[in-house]
Protein backbone atom coordinates (compact mmCIF):
# COMPACT_ATOMS: atom_id res chain seq x y z
CA UNK A 1 0.00 0.00 0.00
CA UNK A 2 1.07 3.38 -0.63
CA UNK A 3 1.50 5.71 2.60
CA UNK A 4 3.57 8.76 3.41
CA UNK A 5 5.57 9.43 6.77
CA UNK A 6 6.82 12.90 7.56
CA UNK A 7 8.78 13.32 10.55
CA UNK A 8 9.18 15.01 13.36
CA UNK A 9 5.64 15.96 14.45
CA UNK A 10 6.80 18.51 16.93
CA UNK A 11 10.02 20.70 17.06
CA UNK A 12 10.94 23.82 18.98
CA UNK A 13 13.85 25.35 17.89
CA UNK A 14 15.60 28.71 18.41
CA UNK A 15 15.87 31.57 16.18
CA UNK A 16 19.12 30.69 13.93
CA UNK A 17 19.08 27.44 14.38
CA UNK A 18 19.28 25.08 11.48
CA UNK A 19 16.57 22.60 10.54
CA UNK A 20 15.62 19.45 8.41
CA UNK A 21 12.32 18.28 7.88
CA UNK A 22 12.19 14.56 6.46
CA UNK A 23 9.48 13.22 4.03
CA UNK A 24 9.46 9.48 2.59
CA UNK A 25 6.42 7.70 0.32
CA UNK A 26 6.51 4.23 0.20
CA UNK A 27 4.60 1.79 -2.83
CA UNK A 28 5.01 4.53 -5.42
CA UNK A 29 7.70 5.60 -8.03
CA UNK A 30 8.43 9.17 -9.57
CA UNK A 31 5.68 10.66 -7.23
CA UNK A 32 5.10 14.60 -7.17
CA UNK A 33 6.20 15.89 -3.99
CA UNK A 34 5.59 19.20 -2.52
CA UNK A 35 6.16 20.93 0.56
CA UNK A 36 2.96 23.33 2.35
CA UNK A 37 3.52 25.80 4.80
CA UNK A 38 0.10 26.65 6.98
CA UNK A 39 0.45 29.75 9.41
CA UNK A 40 -2.21 29.84 12.25
CA UNK A 41 -5.43 30.76 10.80
CA UNK A 42 -4.22 31.04 7.46
CA UNK A 43 -4.67 28.75 4.13
CA UNK A 44 -2.11 26.57 3.02
CA UNK A 45 0.83 28.11 1.37
CA UNK A 46 2.74 26.16 -1.10
CA UNK A 47 6.48 26.29 -0.72
CA UNK A 48 8.14 23.58 -3.05
CA UNK A 49 7.62 21.38 -5.28
CA UNK A 50 10.00 18.32 -7.22
CA UNK A 51 8.59 16.14 -9.90
CA UNK A 52 11.90 13.91 -9.76
CA UNK A 53 15.15 13.70 -8.55
CA UNK A 54 16.40 16.75 -8.21
CA UNK A 55 14.23 18.78 -9.70
CA UNK A 56 13.01 21.62 -7.29
CA UNK A 57 10.26 24.13 -8.25
CA UNK A 58 10.43 27.03 -5.19
CA UNK A 59 6.86 29.18 -4.98
CA UNK A 60 7.99 31.60 -2.30
CA UNK A 61 11.56 33.28 -1.66
CA UNK A 62 12.11 32.63 2.25
CA UNK A 63 14.53 31.26 4.04
CA UNK A 64 14.18 27.58 3.60
CA UNK A 65 15.45 25.19 0.37
CA UNK A 66 14.48 22.42 -0.48
CA UNK A 67 15.82 18.85 -1.94
CA UNK A 68 14.76 15.75 -3.26
CA UNK A 69 17.47 13.22 -2.98
CA UNK A 70 15.86 10.03 -3.31
CA UNK A 71 12.71 9.15 -5.56
CA UNK A 72 10.34 9.07 -2.99
CA UNK A 73 12.49 11.46 -0.35
CA UNK A 74 11.46 15.27 -0.15
CA UNK A 75 13.73 17.13 2.30
CA UNK A 76 12.97 20.55 3.96
CA UNK A 77 16.18 22.85 5.25
CA UNK A 78 16.96 26.15 6.66
CA UNK A 79 19.90 27.17 7.59
CA UNK A 80 19.42 29.62 10.09
CA UNK A 81 15.89 30.02 11.20
CA UNK A 82 13.64 33.39 11.72
CA UNK A 83 10.55 33.69 14.36
CA UNK A 84 8.56 34.09 10.91
CA UNK A 85 9.25 30.40 10.15
CA UNK A 86 6.86 28.97 12.66
CA UNK A 87 4.29 27.28 11.17
CA UNK A 88 2.65 23.95 10.19
CA UNK A 89 4.68 21.93 7.55
CA UNK A 90 2.75 19.64 5.40
CA UNK A 91 4.37 17.20 2.75
CA UNK A 92 2.68 15.49 0.37
CA UNK A 93 2.19 13.53 -2.96
CA UNK A 94 0.15 13.91 -6.26
CA UNK A 95 -1.29 9.96 -6.98
CA UNK A 96 -2.48 9.44 -10.35
CA UNK A 97 -3.98 6.40 -11.32
CA UNK A 98 -6.21 6.01 -14.49
CA UNK A 99 -6.64 9.52 -15.32
CA UNK A 100 -7.76 10.51 -11.77
CA UNK A 101 -5.60 12.39 -9.30
CA UNK A 102 -5.37 12.24 -5.12
CA UNK A 103 -3.04 14.88 -3.17
CA UNK A 104 -2.22 12.70 0.01
CA UNK A 105 -0.78 14.38 3.06
CA UNK A 106 1.50 13.79 5.73
CA UNK A 107 0.47 13.96 9.73
CA UNK A 108 2.44 17.61 9.67
CA UNK A 109 5.32 19.08 11.63
CA UNK A 110 4.40 21.38 13.88
CA UNK A 111 7.37 24.51 13.77
CA UNK A 112 7.73 26.61 16.88
CA UNK A 113 10.99 29.04 16.64
CA UNK A 114 11.69 30.84 19.81
CA UNK B 1 -5.11 38.10 -7.04
CA UNK B 2 -5.92 34.96 -5.51
CA UNK B 3 -6.66 31.84 -7.72
CA UNK B 4 -9.19 30.28 -5.52
CA UNK B 5 -11.77 31.82 -2.71
CA UNK B 6 -13.84 30.04 -0.09
CA UNK B 7 -16.71 31.24 1.48
CA UNK B 8 -17.65 31.96 4.05
CA UNK B 9 -14.80 32.09 6.38
CA UNK B 10 -16.91 30.06 9.19
CA UNK B 11 -20.12 28.75 9.19
CA UNK B 12 -22.43 27.40 12.19
CA UNK B 13 -24.70 24.86 11.85
CA UNK B 14 -27.49 23.14 13.98
CA UNK B 15 -27.49 19.44 13.22
CA UNK B 16 -29.31 18.48 11.17
CA UNK B 17 -29.40 21.84 9.39
CA UNK B 18 -28.19 21.28 5.61
CA UNK B 19 -26.20 24.09 4.01
CA UNK B 20 -23.43 24.21 1.03
CA UNK B 21 -19.99 25.71 0.93
CA UNK B 22 -18.56 27.71 -2.00
CA UNK B 23 -15.14 27.54 -3.47
CA UNK B 24 -14.86 30.12 -6.57
CA UNK B 25 -11.57 29.56 -8.90
CA UNK B 26 -10.30 31.93 -11.44
CA UNK B 27 -7.74 29.40 -13.42
CA UNK B 28 -8.11 28.67 -16.57
CA UNK B 29 -7.77 25.07 -18.11
CA UNK B 30 -8.86 23.76 -15.01
CA UNK B 31 -6.84 20.13 -14.72
CA UNK B 32 -8.80 19.20 -11.25
CA UNK B 33 -10.95 20.41 -8.37
CA UNK B 34 -10.12 18.54 -5.12
CA UNK B 35 -11.54 19.08 -1.69
CA UNK B 36 -10.15 18.44 2.17
CA UNK B 37 -11.58 17.99 5.30
CA UNK B 38 -8.85 19.07 8.03
CA UNK B 39 -8.82 18.21 11.94
CA UNK B 40 -7.26 20.63 14.28
CA UNK B 41 -3.31 19.65 14.20
CA UNK B 42 -3.71 17.16 11.40
CA UNK B 43 -3.16 17.14 8.02
CA UNK B 44 -6.22 17.77 5.45
CA UNK B 45 -7.88 14.55 4.55
CA UNK B 46 -8.88 13.94 1.19
CA UNK B 47 -12.57 14.14 0.26
CA UNK B 48 -13.02 14.45 -3.35
CA UNK B 49 -11.33 15.51 -7.03
CA UNK B 50 -13.52 17.13 -9.68
CA UNK B 51 -12.76 17.22 -12.83
CA UNK B 52 -15.06 19.02 -15.26
CA UNK B 53 -17.90 21.16 -15.50
CA UNK B 54 -21.12 19.34 -14.33
CA UNK B 55 -19.37 16.48 -12.43
CA UNK B 56 -20.96 15.58 -9.20
CA UNK B 57 -19.35 13.34 -6.32
CA UNK B 58 -20.79 12.06 -3.13
CA UNK B 59 -19.48 10.45 0.01
CA UNK B 60 -21.79 10.22 2.95
CA UNK B 61 -23.15 13.10 4.04
CA UNK B 62 -21.15 15.40 1.45
CA UNK B 63 -21.67 15.60 -2.02
CA UNK B 64 -19.49 17.94 -4.20
CA UNK B 65 -20.39 19.93 -7.81
CA UNK B 66 -18.40 22.02 -9.93
CA UNK B 67 -19.44 24.67 -12.91
CA UNK B 68 -17.19 26.42 -14.83
CA UNK B 69 -16.24 29.18 -12.49
CA UNK B 70 -16.99 27.61 -8.93
CA UNK B 71 -17.31 24.52 -6.61
CA UNK B 72 -20.11 23.97 -3.95
CA UNK B 73 -19.61 21.40 -1.22
CA UNK B 74 -23.17 20.26 0.08
CA UNK B 75 -23.76 18.95 3.46
CA UNK B 76 -26.66 17.17 4.05
CA UNK B 77 -27.87 17.03 7.80
CA UNK B 78 -24.62 17.41 8.88
CA UNK B 79 -23.58 15.70 12.51
CA UNK B 80 -21.64 17.12 15.38
CA UNK B 81 -18.63 14.90 13.80
CA UNK B 82 -18.76 16.87 10.25
CA UNK B 83 -17.13 20.16 12.18
CA UNK B 84 -13.98 20.72 10.56
CA UNK B 85 -11.87 23.24 8.49
CA UNK B 86 -12.91 22.01 4.18
CA UNK B 87 -10.57 23.48 2.18
CA UNK B 88 -10.51 23.47 -1.83
CA UNK B 89 -7.50 23.73 -4.12
CA UNK B 90 -7.17 23.67 -7.70
CA UNK B 91 -4.56 22.56 -10.47
CA UNK B 92 -4.26 24.48 -13.63
CA UNK B 93 -3.63 22.60 -16.82
CA UNK B 94 -0.08 22.71 -17.53
CA UNK B 95 1.19 23.23 -13.95
CA UNK B 96 2.50 20.59 -11.14
CA UNK B 97 1.13 23.33 -8.74
CA UNK B 98 -1.91 22.88 -6.25
CA UNK B 99 -3.47 26.10 -5.23
CA UNK B 100 -5.43 25.95 -2.14
CA UNK B 101 -7.80 28.38 -0.42
CA UNK B 102 -8.21 29.37 2.86
CA UNK B 103 -11.10 27.18 3.51
CA UNK B 104 -14.52 27.12 5.62
CA UNK B 105 -14.69 26.61 9.01
CA UNK B 106 -17.50 24.55 9.43
CA UNK B 107 -19.03 24.15 13.45
CA UNK B 108 -22.17 22.01 13.57
CA UNK B 109 -23.95 22.14 17.39
CA UNK B 110 -25.77 19.05 18.71
Known amino acids: SQTIHQWPATLVQPVGSPLSLECTVE??????LYWYRQAAGRGLQLLFYSVGIGQISSEVPQNLSASRPQDRQFILSSKKLLLSDSGFYLC?????????????FGSGTQLSVL | EDQVTQSPEALRLQEGESSSLNCSYTVSGLRGLFWYRQDPGKGPEFLFTLYSAGEEKEKERLKATLTKKESFLHITAPKPEDSATYLCAVRQGGSEKLVFGKGTKLTVNP
Open chain 1, 27 to 32: GTSNPN
Open chain 1, 92 to 104: AWLRRSGGNEKLF
